[in-house]
């Protein structure tokens, strides 16, 4: 069974700072097929990358992702006010075939 | 656009299976380039998935529900459905229900997964007497 195990659990920054996420599995993740969603109250999830790197139609350049093996990162260049959310990474292709992090809140300090 | 839209009952009772339904919109369900998942988030918790189905029937589930678990497909009538028996209240949560895109690489069969990139707005669904 893959595991995956996201650091932090909140992140406490200010708009205009750096954040940087990281989700590592318990063992190689398949073609890399790791994914991010960004998840805010009352809403639904929203993917923001797909195979560790490619971002999703309509997602602004400042999230970009990275990663291969076991470690993967999502970085926001410069938080905006509407990216403070939680947010999960995704694999697919091990076993179960999906699953997710814990997630990640990221909070204005 | 695709628009996914999640109905069912909001409060089961112990023991009881719990049926949900997914109707789809603005997109075609038998394309071998989607499946058809159910995610759900208890309160306080993260996202949990549940399993998924494809078009012809091909379904993967999770193995800590897959007892209790059948997710079934009505592509004429775009619609998909989760059935989940014997419920605690350690079922009681948000559901939801996403599109996945996929593809199969003809020559090495290999698939690559693009995310779960439509979703529903959720449903909740308390389990309590």
């Known amino acids: 069974e893959i595991v995956l195990t996201q650091s932090p659990g909140t992140l406490s920054l200010s708009p205009g700072e750096r954040a940087t996420l990281s989700c590592r599995a318990s063992q190689s993740v398949r073609n890399d097929d790791v994914a991010w969603y960004q998840h805010k109250p009352g809403q639904a999830p929203r993917l923001l990358i797909y195979?560790?790197?490619s971002r999703a139609t309509g997602i602004p350049d400042r999230f970009s992702g990275r990663g291969s093996g076991t470690d993967y990162t999502l970085t926001i260049s410069r938080l905006e006010p509407e990216d403070f959310a939680v947010y999960y990474c995704?694999?697919?292709?091990?076993?179960?075939?999906?699953?997710f992090g814990g997630g990640t809140k990221v909070e204005i300090k | 656009q695709v628009h996914l839209q999640e109905s069912g009952p909001g409060l089961v009772k112990p023991s009881q299976t719990l049926s949900l339904t997914c109707s789809v919109s603005g997109a075609s369900m038998s394309s071998s380039r989607n499946c058809w998942n159910w995610i759900r988030q208890p309160p306080g918790k993260g996202l949990e998935w549940i399993g998924y189905i494809c078009d012809g029937g091909t379904t993967s589930y999770n193995p800590s529900l897959r007892s209790r678990l059948t997710i079934s497909i009505d592509t004429s009538n775009s619609h998909f459905s989760l059935s989940l028996s014997s419920l605690t209240a350690a079922d009681t949560a948000v559901y939801y229900c996403?599109?996945?895109?996929?593809?199969?690489?003809?020559?090495?069969?290999?698939?690559?997964?693009?995310?779960?990139?439509?979703w529903g707005r959720g449903t909740t669904v308390t389990v309590s007497s």
């Open positions: 996403a599109r996945d895109a996929r593809r199969k690489q003809a020559l090495t069969r290999i698939t690559y997964f693009y995310g779960l990139d439509v």
């Open positions: 995704q694999q697919f292709g091990g076993s179960p075939a999906l699953s």
């Open positions: 195979g560790s790197f």
